[in-house]
């Protein structure tokens, strides 16, 4: 079972029976919305019972859809996992389930940075997902495989791709793995992975 399975699974625990299963998630790419400095793309948002949770991509979804479709999918494809977090990432936000669902400011984006830094010192570090600010600043402790890692570092796509989905499945409980920003909120909240996002909103 995979990381994302884990998550809706637990999500289903929680909502079952509350009608929420039932609700419409609409799906939008918002092009205005602050993004998070990390990850690479565009900001799909989930819109749920007045709140929003976004997912940054290159391949956003457009549709309104009950939350239920993902009990059970296989979520074969990029898309389909991308459009599952967006919806745990909005039904998260209307729940109160785990906070920091919005990014921060840019006038953050320096400070966040230097504390990363700081973190993950002297750590050999293996992005899963595009990260070209981290490959900036870090790029003489980034490493090529998995395997020669310390720690892993997840954003955005990373948790989408049939390489980063094998790569997060395979690793999980054997090295350190910390999940940046407001697109894995959701799903590090249900699952008690270690998030990192200490200016968010």
């Known amino acids: 079972m995979s990381l994302l399975h884990d998550a809706i699974g637990k ?9 929420c299963e039932d609700g419409i998630v609409k799906l939008c790419v918002n ?14 948002e989930g819109h749920f ?38 919806i745990i990432n909005a039904v998260s936000a209307f729940l109160h389930l785990t906070r920091r669902l ?6 953050c984006y320096a400070l966040c940075l230097a504390e990363l830094s ?14 070209p600010v981290i490959e900036r600043a870090l790029g003489n402790h980034i490493v090529d495989s998995p395997e020669a890692a310390d720690l892993f570092l997840v954003a955005g796509d990373g948790m989408t791709t049939d390489a ?15 999940f940046l920003g407001p697109s894995t909120a ?9 998030h990192w996002c200490p200016y968010g909103r």
């Open 31 to 44: 092009h205005d919305a602050g993004v998070c400095q990390y990850p690479k793309g565009v900001c799909m």
């Open 186 to 194: 959701g799903v590090s909240g249900l699952l008690n992975l270690e």
């Open 49 to 86: 019972g007045g709140q929003t949770g976004q997912f940054i991509t290159r391949e956003p979804v457009r549709a309104n859809t009950r939350i239920s479709f993902m009990f059970g999918a296989p979520l074969a494809n990029p898309k389909q996992r991308g459009a599952a977090i967006a």
């Open 118 to 131: 700081r973190e993950v010192a002297g750590k050999r570090i293996y992005l899963v997902g595009p990260m």
């Open 102 to 107: 919005h990014p921060c400011t840019p006038d």
């Open 11 to 19: 999500l289903e625990t929680i909502i079952a029976d509350s009608g």
């Open 164 to 178: 980063g989905v094998a790569c997060i499945d395979e690793y999980r409980g054997h090295k350190q793995m910390i």
